[in-house]
């Protein structure tokens, strides 16, 4: 699976948008990018994953730069909850039948 | 529909002594996986299964065994427990790797 680096930590106002970024430049054409999150000492919990459109859910944007080297996670108006770590993951079609492999994430800390 | 459950949550071991951790989902789930996480660590992946009957190693499986037997158990068994296996420890499972893996809530593992 491909190497992301990501931010160890950024700021956000409460109601704000929050972006966080994510470089995979060796992501191969297969390689899906997986976003999930982990709020203290709760289990991680799935946001969304996409190839090379960008994609929406209820929870959060993504969106994956044309030459897929870079991406970036869009929660829209963020509240006091969302503070948490976010981990960005490349992994193969197969959606990370071997697992995953987490980096040390991005802390999101969201201010009143 | 109780998703990914982990029993116990929290568990005190001397060391030498062996344990089995449990997870079980609901989910008709093919892959399933454990993670440990030390303090301020992003998770690393201790074993992996793509189906009953099927079981692999990840990045840290020394000490530790698996089995899955059935679709919805997978247990970790640790052999002789030693001081740096103190850890929580997470399960996941996912359908097909592409809707994301869905968590437990986590077996804090302490030995002395």
């Known amino acids: 699976d491909a190497k992301t680096t990501q931010p160890t930590s950024m700021d956000c106002a409460e109601g704000r948008a929050a972006n966080l970024p994510c470089n995979h430049s060796?992501?191969?054409?297969?390689?899906?990018v997986y976003w999930y999150r982990q709020i203290h000492s709760q289990g991680p919990q799935y946001i969304i994953h996409?190839?090379?459109n960008n994609e929406t859910n209820e929870m959060a944007s993504l969106i994956i730069t044309e030459d897929r080297k870079s991406s970036t996670l869009i929660l829209p108006h963020a509240t006091l909850r969302d503070t948490a770590v976010y981990y960005c993951?490349?992994?193969?079609?197969?959606?990370?039948?071997?697992?995953?492999?987490f980096g040390k994430g991005t802390h999101l800390i969201i201010q009143p | 529909n109780a998703g990914v459950t982990q029993t116990p949550k929290f568990q005190v071991l001397k060391t030498g002594q062996s344990m089995t951790l449990q997870c079980a989902q609901d989910?008709?789930?093919?892959?399933m996986s454990w993670y440990r996480q030390d303090p301020g660590m992003g998770l690393r992946l201790i074993h992996y299964?793509?189906?009953?009957?099927?079981?692999d190693q990840g990045e840290v499986p020394n000490g530790y065994n698996v089995s899955r037997s059935t679709t919805e158990d997978f247990p970790l068994r640790l052999l002789s427990a030693a001081p740096s296996q103190t850890s929580v420890y997470f399960c996941?499972?996912?359908?097909?790797?592409?809707?994301?893996?869905?968590f437990g809530s986590g077996t804090r593992l302490t030995v002395v």
């Open positions: 996941a499972s996912s359908y097909s790797g592409l809707r994301g893996y869905t």
């Open positions: 060796t992501i191969s054409g297969n390689e899906y």
């Open positions: 996409g190839l090379k």
């Open positions: 993951i490349v992994t193969y079609s197969g959606g990370g039948a071997d697992g995953l492999t």
């Open positions: 989910m008709n789930h093919e892959y």
């Open positions: 299964s793509v189906g009953a009957g099927i079981t």
